[in-house]
C-alpha cells in the first residue's frame, strides 16, 4: 500500500480511539493540516502525555508523476483512497517530493 509521511505535531481529542493532528508540507512548501484517528496513521498508542512531533503515514493512491527542469521528481497522490481522509481544509489532492511518498503493509502507519 502506498502512503505519504507526515508529521503527528499533537494529540487533538480523546474520544476513542484517540485523534491526533498531523502536518504535510508540499513541493511547494505549503503547510496542510490533517485531524485522524491515531490508528489510522500509525501502529504507536499515543495520548496526550505522548511525545510529539513524530512521524506517520497516511494512506494514499497515486495519480501523476513528473520530473521537473531541475530534476526534482513530484508526485500528485490523492489521499482519499483508501480511507476517506481529506485535509481540515477539505482538500484531498497533494503534490509531494517522490521521497515523501512510501510503501507499508495495510496495516496502520
Known amino acids: 500500500m502506498m502512503g505519504i509521511k507526515v508529521t503527528i505535531e499533537r494529540f487533538a481529542e480523546n474520544s476513542q480511539p484517540g485523534w491526533v493532528e498531523c502536518r504535510l508540507i508540499d513541493a511547494a512548501g505549503a503547510h496542510h493540516l490533517f485531524e485522524e484517528k491515531v490508528p489510522v496513521v500509525t501502529v504507536d498508542v499515543l495520548d496526550a502525555q505522548s511525545e510529539y512531533p513524530r512521524e506517520g503515514i497516511i494512506g494514499c493512491t497515486l495519480v501523476h508523476s513528473r520530473v521537473t527542469d531541475n530534476g526534482r521528481e513530484l508526485v500528485t497522490v490523492n489521499t482519499e483512497l483508501p480511507w476517506g481522509i ?24
Do not use: D, M, P
Open 86 to 109: 481529506e485535509s481540515k481544509s477539505g482538500q484531498v489532492q497533494f503534490e509531494i517530493l517522490r521521497q515523501q511518498v512510501v510503501e507499508f503493509s495495510n496495516q496502520a502507519g
